[in-house]
């Protein structure tokens, strides 16, 4: 229960890597992203209408957490100056979120691909974001020494492998790993949050896994809110302590694709759950 949660790489050298290698009109995999979709949409039968629905749902459902307040817990608002006006402002919630999306204009987008691959549009993917994000991870005697009082734990940590030429499906295996470890099924878990990095990925995941689909990135995703990367992995985390804790859930998941084909699923309890009467 004390495992250290892996974090995604975060060093300049990595982000250097991505704009010289991603960017730089080829890929670690030596497949462009649009064509990697192209291949995953086939492999689930994904269609346009769905995942554009998807990816409409994602900022719904961002913008109602943002207006319920959900990410007050975990946001610290950053002071700064409007450069036209002079005047200080104060960012209090995610920037990228749309909170009257257009479906008509969603489906008016041209996909990264050709037909009859071509169903992933920019509205489908995930936003470029900047962002910062830190977890506390202590043993027993760090958290004596600080005495400070733990909101979760790790119950179980997965990292599985998967076709780098179909690098966004390693969520799926990984999942099936961690749960396997954790002697879990899916059905065990409250709370999945599965990194958009395209609609394509959770989506996929709620195949692969069987999931079910209301339990999944409750808040939004990374279509709506962004990933910053280097902090993504942190983000969601923040993110899935919050939830359970604001649902008074149990057990959550988190998934994330990583480049390469790589990906890591961790499960974590919360501490302080406490079951509803039956009474």
Same mark, same amino acid.
């Given at each position: 229960?004390?495992?250290?949660?892996?974090?995604?790489?975060?060093?300049?050298?990595?982000?250097?890597?991505?704009?010289?290698?991603?960017?730089?009109?080829?890929?670690?995999?030596?497949?462009?992203?649009?064509?990697?979709?192209?291949?995953?949409?086939?492999?689930?039968?994904?269609?346009?209408?769905?995942?554009?629905?998807?990816?409409?749902?994602?900022?719904?459902?961002?913008?109602?957490?943002?207006?319920?307040?959900?990410?007050?817990?975990?946001?610290?608002?950053?002071?700064?100056?409007?450069?036209?006006?002079?005047?200080?402002?104060?960012?209090?919630?995610?920037?990228?979120?749309?909170?009257?999306?257009?479906?008509?204009?969603?489906?008016?987008?041209?996909?990264?691909?050709?037909?009859?691959?071509?169903?992933?549009?920019? +509205?489908? #993917?995930?936003?470029? /974001? &900047?962002?910062?994000?830190? %977890?506390?991870?202590?043993?027993? !005697?760090? =958290?004596?020494? @600080?005495?400070?009082?733990?909101?979760?734990?790790?119950? +179980?940590? #997965?990292?599985?492998? /998967? &076709?780098?030429?179909?690098? %966004?499906?390693?969520?799926?295996? !990984?999942? =099936?790993?961690? @749960?396997?470890?954790?002697?879990?099924?899916?059905?065990?878990?409250?709370?999945?949050?599965?990194?958009?990095?395209?609609?394509?990925?959770?989506?996929?995941?709620?195949?692969?896994?069987?999931?079910?689909?209301?339990?999944?990135?409750?808040?939004?995703?990374?279509?709506?809110?962004?990933?910053?990367?280097?902090?993504?992995?942190?983000?969601?985390?923040?993110?899935?302590?919050?939830?359970?804790?604001?649902?008074?859930?149990?057990?959550?998941?988190?998934?994330?694709?990583?480049?390469?084909?790589?990906?890591?699923?961790?499960?974590?309890?919360?501490?302080?759950?406490?079951?509803?009467?039956?009474?």
């Amino acid at each position: 229960g004390h495992t250290v949660y892996r974090l995604m790489p975060s060093s300049f050298a990595y982000m250097r890597l991505v704009r010289e290698v991603w960017c730089g009109g080829m890929t670690l995999c030596s497949v462009g992203c649009g064509v990697v979709c192209g291949v995953f949409v086939l492999q689930y039968d994904l269609n346009r209408e769905e995942i554009d629905l998807f990816a409409l749902e994602s900022h719904r459902k961002a913008a109602s957490a943002i207006k319920k307040g959900h990410f007050n817990n975990e946001i610290i608002p950053l002071q700064g100056f409007d450069r036209k006006s002079g005047s200080v402002v104060v960012h209090e919630h995610d920037e990228g979120v749309r909170f009257n999306p257009n479906l008509d204009k969603m489906r008016k987008l041209k996909p990264l691909n050709k037909k009859p691959t071509g169903v992933i549009t920019a +509205a489908a #993917a995930s936003q470029i /974001s &900047d962002g910062a994000a830190a %977890l506390l991870l202590a043993n027993e !005697a760090g =958290l004596r020494k @600080l005495g400070a009082r733990p909101r979760a734990r790790i119950v +179980a940590m #997965a990292l599985a492998g /998967s &076709d780098p030429r179909i690098m %966004l499906e390693g969520p799926i295996p !990984a999942t =099936l790993a961690v @749960l396997k470890k954790a002697n879990m099924t899916i059905d065990d878990i409250d709370v999945f949050e599965v990194n958009e990095a395209f609609a394509s990925v959770p989506m996929a995941w709620l195949k692969g896994v069987k999931a079910d689909a209301k339990k999944l990135n409750v808040n939004g995703g990374a279509i709506a809110l962004g990933h910053p990367l280097g902090c993504t992995g942190a983000k969601l985390m923040t993110t899935l302590v919050n939830t359970l804790e604001r649902e008074n859930k149990r057990y959550g998941l988190l998934a994330i694709c990583e480049g390469g084909g790589t990906a890591n699923a961790t499960i974590i309890e919360r501490l302080d759950y406490q079951p509803k009467s039956k009474l």
